[in-house]
Structure formats: C-alpha cells, structure tokens
C-alpha cells in the first residue's frame, strides 16, 4: 500500500513561513500518474480540510480561503509533494496531512503546525 510522511511542521508566530514536506512511499505504481497528490489539514474540534492539489504534470488549486498564501509543489523525481505557507495565521493552527485526491492510501501521521505568538 501506498504510505505518506509529512514533516516540516512547528511552532510559528504570526505572519512567519512554513514549508511542508511529505513523501510517498510503498507500492505506487502509476497511481501519481492518475490522482492528484493534496494537503489537507485539520484543526482541533473541526473536519479535515483540503488545501490545496497538484496534478502529475504540475496543475495546481487551492481552496478559496487558501489561495494566496499557499503554495503547493511537487518533485514526481523523488515522489515528493510540498507545501509552502506564508504570513501564518494563528487560524493555521493544525494537524497537516498529505494523500491523494480522492484519498488513496492511508492517512500518515501529519505534522502538527502551531501558529501562536
């Protein structure tokens, strides 16, 4: 089965930049080729969320509210997906997950993203 691992995530305070990594990992097969890769992210007492995704050949789209400060990229070389966040907001503040759109693997454990002054 297909595994994602994230990382990059800590303790900001407002208006600074994080940059997210995940790498996926185990039995992919084309399955990058087909579905997006995507961030989603998940606040305390909320829903999981998406972010933003990214095709195989680089096509990008984000959420409304999330446009303009998130930028999502991808290295299909290494199976990798990023995600770059600017001026953090203390609205950030969440568990970030990577996986496919629709979700094709099992979720990883995220990385934890505090944005608190």
């Known amino acids: 089965q297909v595994q994602f691992v994230e990382s990059g995530g800590g303790l900001v305070q407002p208006g600074g930049s994080l940059r997210l990594s995940c790498v996926v990992s185990g039995s992919i097969g084309n399955i990058l080729r087909i579905y997006p890769l995507a961030w989603y992210r998940q606040a305390p007492g909320k829903v999981r969320e998406l972010v933003a995704t990214?095709?195989?050949?680089?096509?990008?789209n984000y959420e409304d509210s999330m446009e303009g400060r998130f930028t999502v990229s991808r290295d299909n070389t290494k199976n990798t997906v990023a995600l770059q966040i600017d001026s953090l907001k203390p609205e950030d503040t969440a568990v970030y997950y990577c996986?496919?759109?629709?979700?094709?693997?099992?979720w990883g454990q995220g990385t934890q993203v505090t944005v608190s002054s």
């Open positions: 996986n496919g759109k629709p979700q094709f693997g099992p």
């Open positions: 990214i095709t195989y050949g680089g096509s990008t």
